[in-house]
């Protein structure tokens, strides 16, 4: 008797943490597919971003798993866009004109441009030159 008792409390612990695991995995899996649909948003060719306020964070070209997303960014004349690296190496954001060139961004590392002028802005990282993208400048 006591050794069923004992068995039965063994396989309710068994199940609690299967459950417990499974219940993680289904939280880590929801959580990706946010992030996946809010970089897929985030990634729309020709997404314009225009600034509101002083106060406002500048539009930013994130930098994560070889990519920079979004690819195409439409700003206006005046803005200032940030490029944050959040890969676990360094990237470069070089302007294809030599309008602009970062130092190698560390992981978390940030580089800012104004842009003063309208017109198409093709960049890359010469550290990984497959890796490219473009600011768009409108008047």
Same mark, same amino acid.
């Given at each position: 008797?006591? *050794?069923?008792?004992?068995?039965?409390?063994?396989?309710?612990?068994? $199940?609690?943490?299967?459950?417990?695991?499974?219940?993680?995995?289904?939280? @880590?899996?929801?959580?990706? &597919?946010? &992030?996946? =649909?809010?970089? /897929?948003?985030?990634?729309?060719? %020709? /997404?314009?971003?225009?600034?509101?306020? @002083?106060? @406002?964070?500048?539009? &930013?070209? *994130?930098?994560?798993?070889?990519?920079?997303?979004?690819?195409?960014?439409? $700003? !206006?004349?005046?803005?200032?866009?940030?490029?944050? #690296?959040?890969?676990?190496?360094?990237?470069?954001?070089?302007?294809? =004109?030599?309008?602009? !060139?970062?130092? @190698?961004?560390?992981? #978390? %590392?940030?580089?800012?441009?104004?842009?003063?002028?309208? %017109?198409?802005?093709?960049?890359?990282?010469? *550290?990984?030159? /497959?890796?490219?993208? /473009?600011? $768009?400048? &409108?008047?």
């Amino acid at each position: 008797m006591l *050794l069923r008792v004992r068995e039965f409390a063994i396989r309710r612990w068994s $199940v609690l943490v299967l459950m417990a695991i499974v219940s993680a995995m289904v939280l @880590a899996g929801a959580k990706s &597919q946010a &992030q996946n =649909e809010q970089a /897929k948003n985030e990634s729309a060719p %020709g /997404k314009f971003v225009g600034t509101t306020a @002083a106060t @406002a964070a500048p539009p &930013q070209v *994130l930098i994560d798993n070889f990519v920079f997303n979004p690819t195409t960014l439409t $700003v !206006k004349v005046g803005t200032t866009v940030a490029w944050i #690296n959040h890969d676990d190496i360094p990237h470069t954001v070089d302007s294809t =004109e030599k309008k602009f !060139k970062s130092d @190698a961004l560390d992981t #978390n %590392g940030k580089f800012e441009f104004r842009f003063t002028e309208a %017109g198409e802005y093709p960049f890359f990282c010469r *550290l990984h030159p /497959k890796m490219t993208g /473009k600011i $768009v400048v &409108q008047p």
